[in-house]
């Protein structure tokens, strides 16, 4: 990325800063922090993993009836960060979230491992659990209900696309004189630029 004279769009370094993530021995380079806020305006984060991205947006899979389906339903905005310490970057992305569609989210959820997708079905993602075996028991009445059948997808098992309306790439430098480019898209679809001050 030359900080100085950005690219005018965004989405070709974008992805190539996630390619180079995968290149230096991270087990998740696709890990992200996803911050929703709550109906109340409470904000909450947690780590999830990113499972496409295109000029539409940055897409991850989830329960929809878990704590961050939930703020989404509410409130349809979220925020995502990339922090790769080994090479001293970060990578925001924040948009309007919305799903994706039915088949493209049976097409991800096939693709799983069986032992994921009868997780799926098995946990009530985000409600209290009195202890673990009561999860194996749930999970043991799932893998037995779809003995010798596919599993298919749970119409609360959704994928959530956030577009891709305002990006910076930062990149550490000595004395914390960090570069920073942000890139905002405009009401007519095309990107500003902006350099920032570290």
Sequence with gaps: MDFDNPPPDPVAPLKAWLDEAGLIGLRNPRAMTLATVDPDGRPSA??????????????????????????LGGNPHAALLFYWDKQARQLSIEGRVSLVADAEADSYFASRPRGAQIGAWASNQSEPITDRAML???????????????????????????????????????????????????????????????
Aim: glycine letters at 10%; aromatic letters at 10%; zero cysteines.
């Design 46 to 71: 947690r780590a999830v993993l990113l499972k496409d991205l295109d000029a539409a947006g940055a897409v991850f899979y989830t329960n929809s009836r878990s704590r961050k389906g939930r703020d």
């Design 136 to 198: 194996q028991g749930r999970v043991a009445q799932v893998s037995e209900k779809y003995d010798g059948r596919e599993v298919p997808r749970p119409p609360h098992w959704v994928g959530y696309r956030v577009s891709l309306e305002r990006i910076e790439f930062w990149q550490g430098q000595p004395d914390r004189l960090h570069d920073r480019v942000l890139y905002a898209r405009g009401p007519d679809g095309g990107w500003t630029r902006q350099r920032l001050s570290p």
